[in-house]
C-alpha cells in the first residue's frame, strides 16, 4: 500500500499549486485570491519513482466557531489526522505571521510527522522566510517552488524516508506500475453530482457515502472546486465528484467563479452518468434545464433529483411542473429518471443508486445489427420516407457504431432529401423498441455508394 500525504497551511500559501504539481495534473483551481481552496482534494502523487496519495487542503484560519472558515479547518484537521506525513507550506516571500507560527505550535503538539516546506523560494525573494521558518521548531525546512518545480529532489529524499518507515518491506509499491496508469480507463463508474448553488449537491454525497466528506453549511456557492471521492457501493466502484454550483452566465462576475463553472463543465464531460439536483420548490428554472441540455449534448446520461422534498409546498404540483417541462423543453431524452429525495434526512435517497446503474447499463446498450435491421424494416413499413423528387427515398440498413451514449448509423443513397422529421420519428422508435429510455442517443445518415455508378 501505497503512503498518504496531506499538504497543509494558511490560505494562499501555494497548496493547490504544489497539488498539481505532484500530482501532475491542473484539476485543483489556482488563483491569487485567498481561500480558494475548501474542500480536501486527493489525488495520486509522484516525486519520480516514489508513489503517494495525496491530500490537498483548505488553508488553515484561527477559527472555532460555526463559521464557514471554522468548518473548513476542521475539514484540514480531519485529513492531518488521516494522513502519514503532512506538508507543512509556508510562503517565503511572505515570511513568517502569527497564523504560521499559531499552527506551528499545534502541529508539533501532534503524532502526524511534519515536513517544513517554504514555498515561492524562487531566486533570492525567499531567502528572508527561509531563515525565519528555522525558528518554528519544526525541523529542517525544504526550500520549493511550487510553480517551477524547484526543490523536488530534497522533498523526494525526505518523503523517502518516512516511506521506507512506513512499509520498510514493500519498497516495489513505491515503484512505477505496468500498464496504463489512466485514471479514466480504471473501469469505475464516474457519477457527478450537479446543479444550481445552494440545492443541495454537497450534502447529498456525505448522506449517499455516510460521513462529512463535503464541506456544507446554509452559505451559497461553498463548493468551489469540482471534488472527487473514492466510494464502493454493493461491490461496485464509484468515482463520485460533487461540483460548484451552476449559476446563469450573466450573473458571474468574478473571475473565480468562471474558474469554478469550468470546472465543473470538465466534470460533466468525464462523467459517465450525471445527477442534476434540483430545489423542490423550484423545479427545472431556466438554469436547470440550460444544465441539462449541456448534459445530453455532452451524452451523458442524466438522472433529475429532486430534493428538499420532505419541504416542498405543493408536492403534486411540483412533479407535474417538472413532468410538463421534460416533455416540453427535454422532448430528446424521454423517461429521464426522477427521484424525490431529501439529501438532510436521506428518506427517498436509497432510490438514486439503483437508478444510477440502471441508466448507465442502458448507457452501454449495444444492439445487434441483425435486430437493427429488422427494426429498421419494420418501421419504414409502417411508415415510409417521404418522396424526393418523385422517387421514395430508401434506407438501406443500420448498425450501431458505439455505445456510451449508444450512436447508430443509416445508409441511404439520398441522405440530404431525407427530412429531420423523419430522423426524429425513427430516432423515437429506437428508443421505444429497445428501451432506450432517459438518454441521449445519436444517429447520422450516411451515403452508401451506388455499384453501378460507374458502369
Not at 166 to 188: C, I, K, R
Request: net charge negative; aromatic share 6%.
Amino acid at each position: 500500500m501505497t503512503f498518504t500525504v496531506a499538504v497543509i497551511g494558511r490560505p494562499n500559501v501555494g497548496k493547490s499549486t504544489l497539488f498539481n504539481r505532484l500530482t501532475g495534473k491542473h484539476h485543483a483551481i489556482v488563483d491569487d485570491t485567498p481561500g480558494v481552496t475548501r474542500d480536501r482534494r486527493e489525488g495520486d502523487g509522484s516525486i519520480s519513482d516514489l508513489k503517494f496519495r495525496l491530500i490537498d487542503t483548505a488553508g488553515l484560519e484561527d477559527a472555532y466557531d460555526d463559521s464557514l472558515e471554522a468548518r473548513m479547518r476542521q475539514q484540514t484537521e480531519i485529513a492531518f489526522d488521516e494522513a502519514d506525513v503532512a506538508l507543512f507550506l509556508i510562503d517565503g516571500r511572505t515570511g513568517l505571521t502569527p497564523i504560521d507560527e499559531h499552527f506551528a505550535k499545534w502541529l508539533r503538539t501532534r503524532d502526524t510527522p511534519v515536513l517544513l516546506l517554504v514555498n515561492k523560494c524562487e531566486g533570492r525573494a525567499g531567502q528572508v522566510g527561509l531563515v525565519e521558518s528555522y525558528s518554528l521548531g519544526l525541523g529542517e525546512p525544504i526550500a520549493i517552488s511550487a510553480e517551477h518545480g524547484e526543490g523536488l529532489s530534497e522533498l523526494y529524499d525526505a518523503l523517502s524516508e518516512h516511506a521506507e518507515r512506513l512499509a520498510p518491506s514493500v519498497s516495489e509499491d513505491f515503484l512505477p506500475e505496468d500498464g496504463n496508469d489512466d485514471e479514466e480507463d480504471d473501469g469505475t463508474l464516474k457519477l457527478a453530482i450537479v446543479g444550481r448553488p445552494n440545492v443541495g449537491k454537497s450534502t447529498m454525497i456525505n448522506k449517499l457515502i455516510g460521513e462529512d466528506r463535503m464541506l456544507t453549511g446554509p452559505e451559497a456557492g461553498i463548493t468551489r472546486d469540482a471534488i472527487a471521492v473514492a466510494w464502493t457501493y454493493k461491490d461496485r466502484e464509484i468515482r463520485l465528484v460533487d461540483t460548484a454550483g451552476l449559476r446563469r452566465k450573466a450573473r458571474i462576475k468574478e473571475k473565480l467563479e468562471g474558474m469554478s463553472v469550468g470546472d465543473t463543465l470538465r466534470s460533466i464531460r468525464f462523467a459517465e452518468v450525471v445527477v442534476l439536483v434540483l430545489d423542490a420548490n423550484a423545479v427545472l428554472d431556466k438554469q436547470d434545464l440550460t444544465i441539462a441540455r449541456h448534459v445530453i449534448e455532452e451524452g451523458r446520461a442524466l438522472i433529475i433529483a429532486v430534493n428538499k422534498w420532505d419541504a416542498a409546498d405543493d408536492r403534486k404540483a411540483s412533479l407535474q411542473r417538472l413532468e410538463d417541462r421534460l416533455q416540453t423543453s427535454l422532448p430528446q431524452v424521454r423517461g429521464v429518471p426522477i427521484v424525490t429525495c431529501s439529501a438532510k434526512t436521506g428518506k427517498g435517497l436509497d432510490r438514486l443508486m439503483p437508478a444510477v446503474l440502471k441508466i448507465y447499463d442502458t448507457w452501454n446498450t449495444r444492439i445487434s445489427t441483425g435486430a437493427l435491421n429488422r427494426w429498421l424494416f419494420t418501421m419504414t413499413e409502417s411508415h415510409p420516407p417521404p418522396l424526393a423528387s418523385g422517387r421514395r427515398i430508401r434506407l438501406r440498413y443500420a448498425t450501431q457504431a458505439k455505445t456510451r451514449p449508444p450512436t447508430f448509423v443509416l445508409f441511404s443513397s439520398r441522405i440530404e432529401q431525407l427530412p429531420e422529421s423523419y430522423n426524429r420519428y425513427l430516432i423515437n422508435g429506437i428508443r421505444e423498441t429497445f428501451g432506450l429510455n432517459g438518454i441521449p442517443i445519436r444517429m447520422f445518415i450516411r451515403k452508401s455508394d451506388n455499384p453501378y455508378a460507374d458502369k
